[in-house]
C-alpha cells in the first residue's frame, strides 16, 4: 500500500509539470516543450479548433512565435487515476492573450476556464492523450497604448520568446530530461536541452477573421 501511495504521487508530479510545460510552450513559443506536453497521436477540442493536437501545435506556434507575449497560469489541478495508466485531470485556467489583427492593432484578451484532460502513462511518461477546453470566462480589454521600453521603464530583463527569454540560460545548467529527445524538428531539438516545457482559439479565431494559441 505505501509504495502504491509513492507510485501515485511521483505520478502526479509528473502529470502536474507536463501541465507547466505546456505553458512554458505556448508562452515562449517553445516548440519542444509544447510537444512534450502531448502525445504524437493526442487530440484536441481547443475552442475553434477541434482535431489532432499536431494541428494545435503548428497553428499556435505560427501565432505565438510573431505576436505579443501570452501569460498561462494552472491551477485547481485535480488528477482522479482510471487506472494505473490513465488519469482524468481538470485544471482551471487563466490567459491573457494578445495579436495583432488584420490592421496591425493589438487585441488583448482575458480568458478562463478548464483543461479537462485525459494523460496516459506510456514507458513512464505522463503525457496528455487528449485534452477538450472548457470556457467559463472571456473578457476583451483595450491593451496599453504606450510602447513597452516606456510601461516598463527600468523593470528589465523583458519576457521573450525561446530561445531569447532568460530562463533558458538556467536551463544550460540543469540536468538533461528525457524531454531533451522530444519528437520536435531537428533546430528545435537542438535546443529541447535548453528547456522544460488555452489559449484560445476564440481570440485567434476573430484574429483570423478580423485580428490576426
Known sequence: MEQTKIAQLIDRDAIRDCLYRYCRGIDRADEAALRSAYWPDAHDNHGAYCGPAEGFIEFAL??????PRNIHQITNILIEFISSSEAAVESYFTALQRAPDQDGDVRQTLL???????????????RIAERTVVYDWIEEQIPPAIVEAERFGPRRPIGAPHPDDPVYRFGKRRIPSRHDSSEASNDTAASAEETEGPDNFAMLQRSRRKTVP
Not at 494523460?119 to 505522463?126: A, D, I, S, T, V
Request: with cysteine.
Open 62 to 67: 505560427g501565432v505565438f512565435k510573431a505576436g
Open 112 to 126: 478562463c476556464g478548464r483543461y479537462c484532460d485525459l494523460f496516459h502513462k506510456r514507458e513512464g511518461e505522463w
